[in-house]
């Protein structure tokens, strides 16, 4: 019998998530049957949409979201003991998985670890997982850059937003970065070659942009929405694209009340904007074309994916809220 580890959100989030809205329930995992694999869990990913979709689940839930692992039993030829596995099974340390049935919903993800061509394993569920699709897609589907193009990505130090600014770098276009502290703005301009970064919480945005991009913005990549997108959008060009990606300033805000920001609409109109919203597992199928082009661009040096690494099972929710304050430059991952 394999004993195993796993968090259950157990109460409803009020605001910021809080420690005993989780319990870690411990349990025994029953004989793997046939057409089973039983996956030992080694990286896990806090991701902001663990809290952007609480809403959508009946309490009590098993906290889902992407990890990686390796197979320490099976009864399925086609994953043998020793075969990694990036599956959406969440925070536990231990999960038996059946493939037989396919990916039945767009979150009932499971694949074999992808040609990561000797890169960090922890990839899977950074720039070579989830992460990386979404900027990949999110950014050169929607905004479909050119080269020359002035593009803002806000959420700029993070797992997402850190991957669009490089993309559109190797694109060819002009990037500016918005992100929360003087050390990631310094981080985006000296590592990760943007042409001008600000701290959003100190910045003029408005004053800030007019300098940086005075010819007008072309492509916006919405992390964060809120009023600094608002000032965003204000600042763009005639037929400008916003792939509007998430909105985590308000990921904590009590929905029945919506929150409120300045009006877009007059700039949507007048400068014949095309805004679009997305969720990455449109674009599951593809996935491999991302993780092909993302795996070469590390390789020969045009792009990093750095990470913020924690350690321990029982660390998994103080990174996940960590995550969501702006602890983290990159991904945050979680090493079991
Ligand atoms: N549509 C889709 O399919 C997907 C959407 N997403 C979205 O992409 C965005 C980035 O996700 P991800 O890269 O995983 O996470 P990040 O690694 O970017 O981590 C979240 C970051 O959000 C920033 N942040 C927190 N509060 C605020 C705020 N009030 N205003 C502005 N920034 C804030 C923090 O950085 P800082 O220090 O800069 O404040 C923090 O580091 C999220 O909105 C997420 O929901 C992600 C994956 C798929
Ligand atoms: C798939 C992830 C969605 C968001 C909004 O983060």
């Known amino acids: 019998m394999v004993k195993a580890r796993k968090y259950v959100v157990k109460k409803k989030f009020d605001g910021v998530p809080k420690r005993d809205d989780y319990e870690i329930v411990e349990y025994e995992l029953p004989p793997i049957q046939n057409g089973d694999i039983l996956v030992?869990?080694?990286?896990?990913?806090?991701?902001?949409?663990?809290?952007?979709?609480h809403d959508r689940y009946p309490i009590p839930y098993d906290q889902?979201?992407?990890?990686?692992?390796?197979?320490?039993?099976?009864?399925?030829?086609?994953?043998?003991?020793?075969?990694?596995?990036?599956?959406?099974?969440?925070?536990?340390?231990?999960?038996?998985?059946?493939?037989?049935?396919?990916n039945k919903t767009s979150f009932d993800i499971t694949y074999k670890l992808p040609d990561l061509k000797g890169l960090p394993i922890s990839h899977a569920i950074g720039a070579v997982g989830m992460v990386g699709a979404t900027a990949y897609f999110g950014f050169l589907e929607i905004c479909k850059p050119k080269a020359g193009e002035t593009v803002v990505v806000t959420g700029a130090a993070g797992g997402v937003g850190s991957l669009v600014g490089q993309i559109a770098k190797i694109k060819g276009c002009k990037v500016i970065g918005f992100a929360g502290t003087d050390d990631k703005v310094q981080w985006l301009e000296k590592e990760l070659g943007f042409d001008k970064a600000f701290n959003y919480k100190t910045v003029d945005a408005r004053k800030a942009l007019k300098e940086a991009a005075p010819n007008g913005i072309d492509c916006y990549f919405d992390n964060v929405g809120g009023e600094l997108s608002s000032i965003i959008m204000n600042q763009m060009n005639n037929f400008g694209r916003v792939s509007v990606c998430g909105s985590i300033s308000v990921y904590n805000e009590d929905f029945s009340q919506l929150p409120k920001a300045p009006i877009v609409q007059v700039d949507i109109v007048m400068k014949q904007l095309k805004i679009e919203g997305f969720l990455v597992p449109r674009w599951l199928?593809?996935?491999?074309?991302?993780?092909?082009?993302?795996?070469?661009?590390?390789?020969?040096?045009?792009?990093?994916?750095k990470e913020h690494v924690t350690e321990g099972f029982e660390n998994i929710f103080d990174t996940f809220v960590a995550m969501l304050s702006g602890e983290n430059t990159g991904k945050a991952v979680v090493k079991l």
């Open 40 to 53: 030992k869990t080694e990286w896990i990913s806090v991701d902001p949409y663990q809290r952007a979709y």
């Open 285 to 305: 199928n593809r996935f491999p074309e991302a993780f092909s082009d993302i795996v070469n661009w590390i390789q020969s040096g045009q792009l990093k994916a």
């Open 64 to 102: 889902f979201g992407f990890q990686v692992g390796i197979v320490e039993d099976s009864k399925n030829p086609k994953f043998p003991v020793g075969t990694r596995i990036v599956s959406h099974r969440g925070w536990c340390d231990y999960s038996i998985i059946n493939l037989n049935d396919g």
